[in-house]
């Protein structure tokens, strides 16, 4: 396929690949969806004050939301990652280039709501198109057990391997508090690797909310990792090669390969 010098970074190597030249597959390993959340209603508040609420359709994969002055009817897809942990994506269709993602327990009624927004190329001078922010809360009516999620160094150090497919084999180095690299083992970028900005939050014991921002590729990601059951479930979202916006479910079976220990005295940022 062609290459898009409208899509891709101008930095972009000979033969870079497209998002959807990779993402085709990448959801194979993905756990099932699942529809626990039709006909209910979760109200959530955040520790900045605001508060959402979520009100799911009884017949169809729809929900009103809102949230800030916000609000929307939006399809979403819901995963049910263990007994009580859940992963939510929303699309956002208006205005087009954003989706709403939340992990959510409803045994300590923790949350993490990641809000993933595709900005415009004209007001990006330098680094990814995609930006992040993170909100952390709690499910109105119960109390909150353990720890809130926070921002953690804890995969600082850890080399993973991720198997999204037969076809899809990333290998992922958490290099520091921003940044972490990547290469491809097996798949359409075979040999292909880089070094893109970062997000790391621990939900709970063997549990991260891990986000990622390119810089080649105007694409972010959202993903769960749970080291307890060896499984992340996540998704994308980004441009294709025609500049279209998609948003593309994903998961993988992960393995933690090796850790760099950093002696006395020497800690990355």
Known sequence: MSLNPSVLNQNAEPEWKNYDDFARGIDTNRLPATQDWRGKTLQLAFEQGEQMTLNFSAGHQQLSWAWQGESGEDTYEEVRTSSAQYFLNIPLQTPGNECLTLVLNT?????????????????????????????????????????????????????????????????????????????????????????????????????????????????????????????????????????????????????????NAYPDGVQPL
């Open 107 to 259: 045994d300590s009624g923790r949350v993490l709501m990641v809000r993933s927004t595709l900005l415009p190329e004209h007001q990006v001078a330098s680094g990814s198109r995609l930006g992040q922010s993170f909100h952390v809360g709690q499910i109105i009516g119960m109390t909150p057990l353990g720890a809130a999620p926070h921002l953690t160094r804890e995969l600082l150090g850890y080399r993973t391997l991720n198997i999204y497919s037969p076809n899809h084999y990333y290998e992922h180095f958490y290099v520091n508090t921003e940044r972490y690299a990547w290469q491809n083992l097996r798949g359409e970028q075979f040999g292909h690797g880089d070094m893109d900005y970062a997000t790391y939050y621990k939900f709970d014991e063997d549990r991260y909310l891990f986000t990622f921002r390119e810089k080649i590729i105007p694409v972010c990601s959202v993903f769960f990792f749970d080291f307890t059951l060896g499984r992340c479930t996540g998704i994308f979202l980004g441009l294709d090669a025609a500049g279209k916006v998609l948003v593309s479910p994903a998961g993988a079976f992960i393995h933690k390969m090796s850790y």
